[in-house]
């Protein structure tokens, strides 16, 4: 028997999925969206770093380079048995980091719990040179799509209110 690898759009599918159905078993009379996201270079996965200096070689590797950061969500509701599920794709171009950099950038955010130890908001227009795809898919969750697929279940969210 031989065993296959899954593919980045198949693992975030699978954990957006097992998230959400935690949670709806618990809640199964409410709408309950899951999301999972990934990021591979050269088809590698790279997670969350360890710590700092894995943070840092991490960095280092993506440096000059593209790579995918994919989405998958999964909104589900157990009493009506309904469930959708999908994946968005992005491509993000760094820019040629110098070890100081990078240092600097890791000075300025929490890395630890990113996948690909970055973040594209705020200080990522530091080390991001192009994104191909949905920004807010790099960020975390595509928005775009995700209140598409929430319409499907009658969830419409409100329009925000400027401040005063």
């Given at each position: 028997?031989?065993?296959?690898?899954?593919?980045?759009?198949?693992?975030?599918?699978?954990?957006?999925?097992?998230?959400?159905?935690?949670?709806?078993?618990?809640?199964?009379?409410?709408?309950?969206?899951?999301?999972?996201?990934?990021?591979?270079?050269?088809?590698?996965?790279?997670?969350?770093?360890?710590?700092?200096?894995?943070?840092?070689?991490?960095?280092?590797?993506?440096?000059?380079?593209?790579?995918?950061?994919?989405?998958?969500?999964?909104?589900?509701?157990?009493?009506?048995?309904?469930?959708?599920s999908?994946?968005?794709?992005?491509?993000?171009?760094?820019?040629?980091?110098?070890?100081t950099?990078?240092?600097?950038?890791?000075?300025?955010?929490?890395?630890?719990?990113?996948?690909?130890?970055?973040?594209?908001?705020?200080?990522?227009?530091?080390?991001?040179?192009?994104?191909?795809?949905?920004?807010?898919?790099v960020?975390?969750?595509?928005?775009?799509?995700?209140?598409?697929?929430?319409?499907?279940?009658?969830?419409?969210?409100?329009?925000?209110?400027?401040?005063?």
């Amino acid at each position: 028997m031989t065993s296959r690898v899954l593919t980045i759009r198949e693992l975030t599918a699978g954990n957006a999925a097992r998230k959400a159905m935690a949670v709806a078993r618990l809640h199964s009379e409410t709408v309950v969206l899951g999301a999972d996201t990934l990021v591979a270079l050269d088809g590698v996965l790279i997670g969350k770093p360890a710590n700092l200096k894995h943070a840092f070689r991490i960095l280092q590797r993506l440096s000059g380079r593209e790579h995918t950061v994919c989405t998958g969500v999964f909104i589900c509701s157990l009493s009506r048995r309904e469930k959708l599920s999908f994946q968005v794709v992005s491509q993000v171009r760094f820019r040629m980091l110098e070890a100081t950099e990078i240092h600097a950038y890791l000075a300025e955010i929490d890395p630890l719990d990113k996948a690909g130890a970055y973040a594209a908001q705020g200080q990522g227009a530091k080390i991001i040179a192009q994104i191909r795809g949905s920004y807010t898919n790099v960020v975390g969750l595509p928005m775009g799509e995700t209140l598409r697929a929430l319409r499907q279940f009658g969830i419409q969210p409100e329009a925000r209110r400027g401040r005063s």
